[in-house]
């Protein structure tokens, strides 16, 4: 036996799922016995990368030490977890040991894929070619908007699922918007390519969205998909598909590029029993409950639930999880439901944001009422939320199994 042995929880994945269920687990009973496995020293912000790349918040702000967060009566486990042999309880670590639970909970997020673009890797970080879906290149993402004074910039976002589906327009509105600011804008001609059919998947912010793609003069290139850069060439070669299907490539010249890569389920999940065809921990909805497998929950970017894959997301799955797996410990019926939730700020300019918030089905589910803070409109109370409130409900509530706006809901009262 190694030793980690057995543990009664086992929780998956140091980042916001993981650390926000152990959390909501001890406010629950803190003589619980739960590992984290997560191999990683740091923990990231990852929200806050947009605003790195938008020059609002420093890099620094956005990486915390894992020690400092893991809950102190939670063991963490520094190590990456490679198989699952659910039918032995059991979770293989990269190094050939294996941990044993009696309930394990699974949040280890998403891969990016640059790969996937051929070219991308080698130039990222250079040559005008940037990401805020990295930490080190969102410092860069600023530099090169400070920096261009006139020429082309894409933006790029490939086919969904991906984590947080407005980033890829976040990034450039806030580009445009200091542009504007320097008066720049008139000489930088913007243009947003996204593989999907529409800007933004549910229709009630799209007025407030359009105002801005108008305000900044972006040309929407709806259905096209980045498939290469050449940094040294500056150029990014797209397929594009028009309205009967027929797909031609089409290849750019840019000073700046803004890519989000394609994203997908990491392999050790997608090639383990826990997953769905799709590659994705495969739960039920509403408990996030393996659907086949009743000791084993899962949340965050990893789980199959169709909502928006984001923080927010997050911060409503972890009490309904942590809920449901308590209540089978106690013997009872798992009772907590999630209803879908997931929100995305979208900066459209520097001091405002249109706060998308909508469960499954694109539902709208407000946290304020209208006079308060009205989602579908660019305001600068939603700005003022997204640059100083969510961060430290983040930490503070969220990572602290303080339920803050996130109290589960019962199956009756969904
Ligand atoms: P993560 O937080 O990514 O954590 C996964 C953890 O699992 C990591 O610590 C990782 O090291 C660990 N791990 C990986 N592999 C293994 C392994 N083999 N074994 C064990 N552990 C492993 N969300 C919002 O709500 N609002 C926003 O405005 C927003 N903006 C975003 C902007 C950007 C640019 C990005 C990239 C994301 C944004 N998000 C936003 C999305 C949000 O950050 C994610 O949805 C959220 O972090 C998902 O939590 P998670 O626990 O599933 O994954």
């Excluded at 929950?297 to 799955?317: E, H, I």
């Excluded at 100083?388 to 969220?398: D, E, G, K, R, T």
Aim: neutral net charge.
């Amino acid at each position: 036996m190694n030793q980690f042995a057995k543990h009664q929880i086992l929780i998956v994945g140091g980042g916001a799922g993981g650390i926000a269920t152990a959390a909501s687990l001890l406010k629950r009973d803190k003589s619980l016995d739960i590992a984290i496995i997560e191999p990683s020293e740091s923990h990231y912000y990852q929200p806050g990368w947009t605003l790195v790349g938008g020059g609002a918040f420093t890099q620094a702000q956005t990486r915390h030490a894992m020690a400092s967060l893991i809950p102190k009566k939670a063991r963490w486990i520094r190590s990456a977890v490679s198989g699952f042999d659910p039918d032995n309880n059991q979770v293989i670590l990269a190094d050939g040991e294996s941990v044993g639970y009696e309930y394990l909970v699974v949040s280890p997020g998403l891969k990016l894929c640059w790969d996937k673009i051929e070219g991308l890797e080698e130039t990222l970080g250079k040559n005008g070619v940037t990401s805020n879906y990295r930490f080190d290149l969102a410092p860069y993402t600023w530099k090169l908007v400070q920096e261009l004074q006139s020429g082309v910039a894409l933006f790029s976002q490939p086919p969904m699922p991906i984590k947080c589906a407005g980033a890829p327009q976040k990034a450039m509105y806030l580009s445009c918007s200091e542009w504007f600011k320097r008066k720049r804008l008139k000489d930088i001609h913007v243009s947003f390519h996204n593989a999907g059919a529409v800007l933004f998947g549910v229709k009630e912010y799209m007025p407030a969205l359009m105002e801005y793609i108008e305000k900044y003069d972006i040309k929407l290139c709806l259905g096209e998909n980045l498939i290469a850069v050449n940094g040294e060439q500056k150029t990014a070669t797209f397929v594009v598909t028009d309205a009967e299907g027929n797909t031609r490539e089409e290849v750019r010249q840019f000073d700046m590029l803004h890519v989000c890569p394609p994203q997908a389920s990491m392999d050790f999940i997608a090639n383990s029993p826990l997953a769905d065809e799709a590659g994705w921990v495969e739960v039920d909805q509403e408990s996030l409950q393996h659907k086949r497998y009743e000791n084993i929950w899962g949340l965050g970017d990893a789980c199959s639930a169709p909502n928006a894959k984001t923080a927010a997301a997050v911060r409503q799955q972890a009490p309904v999880v942590a809920a449901n797996l308590f209540s089978v410990i106690k013997g009872k019926p798992q009772i907590a439901c999630y209803t879908g939730y997931g929100s995305c700020p979208l900066t459209v300019e520097r001091g405002k944001v249109v706060l998308a918030e909508f469960g499954y089905g694109g539902v709208l589910q407000p946290s304020f009422p209208k006079w308060v803070l009205d989602g579908t409109k660019a305001t600068r109370r939603a700005w003022f939320l997204k640059e100083n409130l969510l961060s430290p409900i983040y930490f503070q509530a969220m990572l602290k199994g303080r339920e803050w706006l996130a109290a589960p809901k019962t199956k009756e009262k969904k």
